[in-house]
T-cell receptor
């Protein structure tokens, strides 16, 4: 069975500082990997995804994540954060089981960007 | 841009009462998911539909929870009777048949008192 570990439950940083949110997964089969962002009392928005090909994937708002198969990791990074990046971030793994996709989420990392 | 719709956005109910949530997926999305997200946790799948059929309900507490998608479009999740531990965010998501990417609605925040 798949599982996702987000190593940090809370990450406080100052505005314009770099940030890394860590994610490790376990799976015995090929996986697809996702990062979702959730603002207070809202649903999840897809931030970026790794399906195949280049191991470095980027979002439109400056986040990037690198798939590392040997370390079973998919860490999320941003070189310079903004106040508006304050939110909760969820890493998720998906595998195809019986023809349907199953998403398994980590427990989330709450990113707080301080002025 | 098409979105997943959910209602109500917030619901407060007393213990032992019945409660229902509604979800309308993105048009054309055959697969519909209901997740429960307890405060401070990631979402956990409750039930998955392919058209009107249940594909996976292994994590649905069937003694009190039920879900239906009668015409293969919108869906209702019901809890009867509600318990204090049911307080959570209930998220609906949809995807194309066989699609990898799931699109989430805004969720229903349930508080059981």
């Amino acid at each position: 069975a798949q599982s996702v570990t987000q190593l940090d439950s809370q990450v406080p940083v100052f505005e314009e500082a770099p940030v890394e949110l860590r994610c490790n997964y376990s799976s015995s089969v090929s996986v697809y990997l996702f990062w979702y962002v959730q603002y207070p009392n809202q649903g999840l928005q897809l931030l970026l995804k790794y399906l195949s090909g280049s191991t470095l994937v980027e979002s439109i708002n400056g986040f990037e994540a690198e798939f590392n198969k040997s370390q079973t990791s998919f860490h999320l990074r941003k070189p310079s954060v903004h106040i508006s990046d304050t939110a909760e971030y969820f890493c998720a793994v998906s595998t195809s089981q019986g023809g349907s996709e199953k998403l398994v989420f980590g427990k989330g990392t709450k990113l707080t960007v301080n002025p | 841009e098409a979105e997943v719709a959910q209602s109500p956005r917030y619901k407060i109910t007393e213990k032992s009462q019945a409660v229902a949530f509604w979800c309308d997926p993105i048009s054309g999305h055959a697969t519909l998911y209901w997740y429960r997200q307890i405060l401070g946790q990631g979402p956990e799948l409750l039930v998955q539909f392919q058209d009107e059929s249940v594909v996976d309900d292994s994590q649905l507490p069937k003694d009190r929870f039920s879900a239906e998608r009668l015409k293969g479009v919108d869906s209702t999740l019901k809890i009867q009777p509600a318990e204090l531990g049911d307080s959570a965010m209930y998220l609906c998501a949809s995807s194309l048949a066989g699609g990898i990417e799931q699109y989430f609605g805004p969720g229903t925040r349930l508080t059981v008192t």
